[in-house]
């Protein structure tokens, strides 16, 4: 069954463990996405060349193992479809200065075996998961600003699936959480990791 574990120690360690890793730049491909400026027939390498939509990642994380992700410009860079990122480590943040926040509203990032790590400001509207994760996966969402407004076919914002997958909470700040959705809903052997929440939620996990 999954597990919830609440606190620092052994939690936190490997929490900054995972990010070390991620911190290092060694292997990663950077793209950009701009959803107000850009155009998915760029190569996405600049925010000057930047891809518009989130969408355009696919073919990206289809060709590389290491992937990282900035948001710039202002506008909101909506999830509106759903995109298979399989064996793929994957960070998501902004670039300097950029107020854009990414909406998942109809998308869902399946992510089996892969290592997601979202640090950008994030919108949980009209999907019924941001992240679902499954054998091995792992799901970090970390140190920005999660805002759930989910309509009624929303179930929880990562889904961790069967096979001993690992959610990082920590360091939020959850400005809403419409419903009372859960945050992480836990199936066999998933395990969640709550280790610097500042906004106490009654409803953080699921346990199915």
Partial sequence: ???????????????????????????????????EHGNDENDGKSDINAF????????????HAKVSVYLAGNADCVVSES???????LNISNVDGSQARLVFDGGIIEAPNSLINIQSPTVMRGSVHAVRTRALGMVIIANSVLTIEADSTAQAVVHSNYGSNQVFLHGHSFVSNAGNLPIVKNGLDAHTYVTSVSTTLSNMTEIL
Avoid: W
């Avoid at 069954?1 to 950077?30: C, D, V, W, Y």
């Fill in 52 to 63: 518009r939509s989130f969408s355009a990642l696919a073919d990206v994380c289809e060709t």
């Fill in 83 to 89: 995109m298979l990122v399989s064996g793929v480590d």
């Fill in 1 to 35: 069954m999954g597990h919830t574990l609440l606190g620092g120690g052994s939690p936190l360690n490997k929490f900054r463990e995972i990010e070390q890793r991620l911190a290092s730049a060694k292997g990663f491909q950077k793209f950009y996405i701009d959803a």
